[in-house]
């Protein structure tokens, strides 16, 4: 069980600190609504996951180091990402396998770590939330999130409590989208078929809206879509679960 | 067997603008995958059969030295004999020797990648040689001078106008006008083609799915029966094989067989399991002569122990191709040697070196859905950054890619710069695509903008906004 008011370090993600500060603060919408305090510690940057992906064990040490120091004394890390949430979880201790002192702290983080919605449901027990969203939804699972981190239902359950949503189900949801971090900057053509493969699914819902819970892919496919001149709307699910629609466009899409 | 792995950017650029290619791949996006889901969902006992599955080949494995030599006791003890071969090279010429020796014109062969891999049939065509492939896929691309796409279905590439083709420019005796476009017309025409093939044959080469050490045996799986005439028919049997099959018992064979079709081809089990002790016995019907056993180990005994140890439990079935959308948008000839999708990607540099084939294991989003798949839980995803680490550590990373993220690194290790840096950008990108939201160009990020746009930041980091909040607040 959660402490009565658990302390929830924020953590932001770098996609959403410099794109779309609108899912941080849906964020923390839907954590305070759920009884947590917020905490956003100021000297985050990043989880590290570029450099790790990229063979990088250094950098990706030295910013695990930071991440586990700023947030080892809240209760639960939250991010609004399976993404940086699965590095922290997951990677985190593997990376400190021969250092016992820091393996320890970054264990000690790790079962504390939680992506934002399953975070909500599994832990804080949210059942429905408190929101109207007028449309077709459709919701894409984001690797990470899903097969790290288990995030499948959760997100489509609190959906379903949102008034006036309809949620299509996405054929091929579990399918990359093709963003990979650097492999859509190292293998851009591979990257955008997958990312193509990936919006003639999403039209093929006549959705009007697609949904999921980590900006890099949603960034990924909003570009796409934008360029295919698609008129479907895309947000990261927190901004509809926080009812926070009406404070930002979609994403690609002009205020 | 010649590698374009260096050039896997060009070939996946070239796969992905093949029309025949592109509608092949779309046609078998799905098959093989709700197949095997099917099969999963029919047997409640799947996920407990890949633990067993996985400790099995890491107890074999453990003690490969000990099966190893127990398997080619029991072989010899049938009647049999054991290559042991280090190299490919040492490989083709034991299988070369045995086929001089006997005299051999033509070989009949069962599909083999261990036989792909070591470059068997160019070895015995310069020495005289015709190898015939049986396997029906097999038997098409070797028509078209080809190396196989797919570890399971070497055709995978292939629709069905390119199989009529091929088979009406080298079945010339056959009347011209001949109807060969339904599938049926094309498997019997290959039937009775091969037909004649088998019987003339004078070796016959098979691969192997597994080796089972307390009988000596040799097992393959096939839907074609052509693994059986292939081996049965001719005067010795050569099987082509690698150290990491050997499993120590036929139970254990049973346990894996219980998962390889399964997850191969979503079949419970496959039309043929064959197993192989011995040559033909004195009171057997029918059976080859000789019976032989290649064991090649080319750079895997130099796996174990190392980060890649678990790549050896690989038992070939292909599912993390099938799975894979990097694989399936591009096809197997792209990563340019005999094995591909992300098995290859984390094998092919332990074979031919990562200075050749490095990006196979970077040409993935890690999406994990491979090791979601694979029966034996091979962590392939952990493995691919393994080689990236190889790759920082040696400095073959690209000089563009290694000052990004060193400068990002620089930043994201000083918070204040960082904050900094991040709200200026946030600001600049935000007033650049403020009107649309989005930027068509970018001249730092043309490999995104090229395929599709840049959603403009909003403006503010959420770090200056929630801070100004806070003050407000005070």
Request: aromatic share 6%; hydrophobic share 40%; proline share 5%.
């Given at each position: 069980m959660?402490?009565?008011?658990?302390?929830?370090?924020?953590?932001?993600?770098?996609?959403?600190?410099?794109?779309?500060?609108?899912?941080?603060?849906?964020?923390?919408?839907?954590?305070?609504?759920?009884?947590?305090?917020?905490?956003?510690?100021?000297?985050?940057?990043?989880?590290?996951?570029?450099?790790?992906?990229?063979?990088d064990?250094?950098?990706?040490?030295?910013?695990a180091?930071?991440t586990i120091?700023?947030?080892?004394?809240?209760?639960?890390?939250?991010?609004?990402?399976?993404?940086?949430?699965?590095?922290?979880?997951?990677?985190?201790?593997?990376?400190?396998?021969?250092?016992p002192?820091?393996?320890?702290?970054?264990?000690?983080?790790?079962?504390?770590?939680?992506e934002?919605?399953?975070?909500?449901?599994?832990?804080?027990?949210?059942?429905?939330?408190?929101?109207?969203?007028?449309?077709?939804v459709?919701?894409?699972?984001?690797?990470?999130?899903?097969?790290?981190?288990?995030?499948?239902?959760?997100?489509?359950?609190?959906l379903?409590?949102?008034?006036?949503?309809?949620?299509?189900?996405?054929?091929?949801?579990?399918?990359?989208?093709?963003?990979?971090?650097?492999?859509?900057?190292?293998?851009?053509?591979?990257?955008?078929?997958?990312?193509?493969?990936?919006?003639?699914?999403i039209?093929?819902?006549?959705?009007?809206?697609?949904?999921?819970?980590d900006?890099?892919?949603?960034l990924?496919?909003a570009?796409?879509?934008?360029?295919?001149?698609?008129?479907?709307?895309?947000?990261?699910?927190?901004?509809?679960?926080?009812?926070?629609t009406?404070?930002?466009a979609?994403?690609?899409?002009?205020? | 067997?010649e590698?374009?792995?260096?050039h896997?950017?060009?070939?996946?650029?070239?796969?992905?603008?093949?029309?025949?290619?592109?509608?092949?791949?779309?046609?078998?996006?799905v098959?093989?995958?709700?197949?095997?889901?099917?099969?999963?969902?029919?047997?409640?006992?799947?996920?407990?059969?890949?633990?067993?599955?996985?400790?099995?080949?890491?107890?074999?494995l453990?003690?490969?030295?000990?099966?190893?030599?127990?398997?080619?006791r029991?072989v010899?003890a049938?009647?049999?004999?054991?290559?042991?071969?280090?190299?490919?090279?040492?490989?083709r010429?034991?299988?070369?020797?045995?086929?001089?020796?006997?005299?051999?014109?033509t070989?009949?062969?069962?599909k083999?990648?261990?036989?792909?891999?070591?470059?068997?049939?160019?070895?015995?065509?310069?020495?005289?040689?015709?190898?015939i492939?049986?396997?029906?896929?097999?038997?098409?691309?070797?028509?078209?001078h080809?190396?196989?796409?797919?570890?399971?279905?070497?055709?995978?590439?292939?629709?069905r106008?390119?199989?009529?083709?091929?088979?009406?420019?080298?079945?010339?005796?056959?009347?011209?006008?001949?109807?060969?476009?339904?599938?049926?017309?094309?498997?019997?025409?290959?039937?009775?083609?091969?037909?004649?093939?088998?019987?003339?044959?004078?070796?016959?080469?098979?691969?192997?799915?597994?080796l089972?050490?307390?009988?000596?045996?040799?097992a393959?799986?096939?839907?074609?029966?052509?693994?059986?005439l292939?081996?049965?028919?001719?005067?010795?049997?050569?099987v082509?094989t690698?150290?990491?099959?050997?499993?120590?018992?036929?139970?254990?064979?049973?346990?894996?067989?219980?998962?390889?079709?399964?997850?191969?081809?979503?079949?419970?089990?496959?039309?043929?399991?064959?197993?192989?002790?011995?040559?033909?016995?004195?009171?057997?019907?029918?059976?080859?002569?000789?019976?032989?056993?290649?064991?090649?180990?080319?750079?895997?005994?130099?796996?174990?122990?190392t980060e890649?140890?678990?790549?050896?439990?690989?038992?070939?079935?292909?599912?993390?191709?099938?799975?894979?959308?990097?694989?399936?948008?591009?096809?197997?000839?792209?990563?340019?040697?005999?094995?591909?999708?992300?098995?290859?990607?984390?094998?092919?540099?332990?074979?031919?070196?990562?200075?050749?084939?490095g990006?196979?294991?970077?040409?993935?989003?890690?999406?994990?859905?491979?090791?979601?798949?694979?029966?034996?839980?091979?962590?392939?995803?952990k493995?691919?950054?393994?080689?990236?680490?190889?790759?920082?550590?040696?400095?073959?990373?690209?000089?563009?890619?290694?000052?990004?993220?060193?400068?990002?690194?620089?930043?994201?290790?000083?918070?204040?710069?960082?904050?900094?840096?991040?709200?200026?950008?946030?600001?600049?990108?935000?007033?650049?695509?403020?009107?649309?939201?989005?930027?068509?160009?970018?001249?730092?990020?043309?490999g995104?903008t090229?395929?599709?746009?840049?959603?403009?930041?909003?403006?503010?980091?959420?770090?200056?906004?929630?801070?100004?909040?806070?003050?407000?607040?005070?």
């Amino acid at each position: 069980m959660p402490p009565v008011k658990p302390r929830v370090g924020l953590f932001v993600t770098c996609l959403v600190d410099l794109f779309r500060p609108t899912v941080g603060f849906a964020a923390v919408t839907l954590l305070e609504r759920a009884g947590c305090v917020v905490d956003v510690p100021m000297a985050q940057t990043c989880c590290g996951q570029p450099a790790y992906n990229s063979g990088d064990r250094a950098d990706t040490k030295e910013l695990a180091r930071r991440t586990i120091a700023l947030f080892e004394s809240h209760d639960y890390l939250v991010a609004p990402s399976g993404s940086c949430a699965g590095m922290i979880r997951e990677h985190y201790p593997r990376l400190f396998e021969n250092d016992p002192a820091m393996h320890a702290r970054a264990e000690h983080l790790a079962k504390r770590t939680y992506e934002l919605v399953s975070f909500l449901v599994d832990v804080m027990g949210m059942t429905s939330v408190d929101a109207s969203y007028p449309g077709t939804v459709t919701y894409h699972d984001s690797c990470s999130g899903l097969r790290e981190l288990n995030v499948k239902e959760q997100p489509r359950r609190l959906l379903r409590s949102v008034a006036g949503a309809k949620l299509v189900e996405l054929p091929g949801a579990e399918v990359c989208c093709g963003f990979g971090g650097t492999f859509c900057i190292k293998f851009p053509e591979i990257s955008v078929k997958m990312t193509a493969d990936k919006c003639a699914d999403i039209a093929a819902t006549g959705a009007d809206t697609l949904l999921a819970g980590d900006l890099g892919c949603l960034l990924n496919m909003a570009g796409r879509l934008s360029r295919e001149g698609s008129k479907v709307q895309v947000r990261h699910v927190a901004e509809v679960l926080a009812g926070a629609t009406d404070q930002a466009a979609p994403i690609a899409k002009p205020a | 067997m010649e590698t374009t792995s260096s050039h896997f950017k060009e070939n996946a650029r070239a796969a992905l603008v093949d029309p025949t290619l592109r509608r092949a791949l779309d046609l078998a996006r799905v098959g093989f995958s709700a197949k095997r889901r099917a099969a999963y969902d029919r047997l409640p006992e799947f996920e407990a059969l890949r633990d067993e599955a996985k400790a099995i080949k890491e107890h074999a494995l453990a003690h490969l030295d000990f099966y190893l030599e127990e398997f080619e006791r029991k072989v010899i003890a049938s009647g049999g004999q054991v290559h042991w071969a280090r190299t490919a090279a040492e490989a083709r010429d034991a299988v070369l020797a045995i086929c001089q020796r006997l005299g051999a014109r033509t070989v009949t062969k069962g599909k083999s990648m261990v036989a792909e891999e070591i470059g068997l049939n160019d070895h015995l065509e310069a020495n005289g040689i015709v190898p015939i492939e049986t396997d029906m896929g097999e038997y098409v691309i070797q028509l078209r001078h080809e190396p196989p796409s797919h570890i399971l279905a070497p055709a995978f590439h292939l629709v069905r106008e390119q199989w009529t083709d091929a088979f009406r420019a080298a079945h010339t005796d056959l009347p011209e006008g001949r109807p060969l476009e339904e599938p049926r017309a094309l498997v019997d025409e290959g039937r009775q083609v091969l037909r004649q093939r088998f019987v003339a044959a004078d070796v016959g080469i098979t691969g192997a799915n597994f080796l089972i050490a307390e009988t000596g045996s040799t097992a393959i799986v096939t839907n074609e029966g052509n693994g059986d005439l292939t081996q049965t028919l001719p005067k010795a049997h050569i099987v082509v094989t690698s150290i990491e099959k050997v499993v120590p018992t036929l139970d254990d064979a049973m346990t894996l067989l219980r998962l390889l079709p399964r997850s191969a081809t979503g079949q419970e089990i496959s039309t043929y399991v064959t197993f192989s002790t011995g040559p033909k016995r004195a009171d057997d019907l029918d059976g080859p002569g000789e019976f032989h056993v290649v064991l090649l180990d080319n750079g895997r005994s130099a796996m174990l122990g190392t980060e890649f140890h678990d790549m050896l439990r690989c038992i070939r079935c292909s599912a993390c191709l099938n799975h894979c959308p990097v694989y399936l948008a591009i096809g197997g000839h792209a990563y340019g040697w005999v094995y591909s999708g992300p098995m290859g990607a984390v094998l092919t540099p332990s074979l031919i070196g990562v200075d050749v084939a490095g990006q196979l294991p970077n040409a993935s989003t890690f999406c994990g859905k491979c090791e979601s798949v694979c029966p034996v839980k091979i962590p392939l995803p952990k493995m691919m950054r393994h080689w990236r680490e190889r790759q920082w550590n040696r400095g073959l990373e690209s000089r563009r890619t290694l000052v990004g993220l060193k400068l990002w690194a620089y930043f994201a290790r000083r918070p204040s710069l960082y904050r900094w840096a991040t709200e200026l950008a946030a600001r600049f990108l935000g007033a650049q695509g403020a009107a649309r939201g989005r930027l068509r160009r970018l001249p730092f990020a043309s490999g995104w903008t090229a395929g599709r746009d840049m959603p403009a930041p909003q403006g503010r980091t959420f770090m200056s906004l929630w801070a100004e909040q806070r003050r407000n607040r005070a």
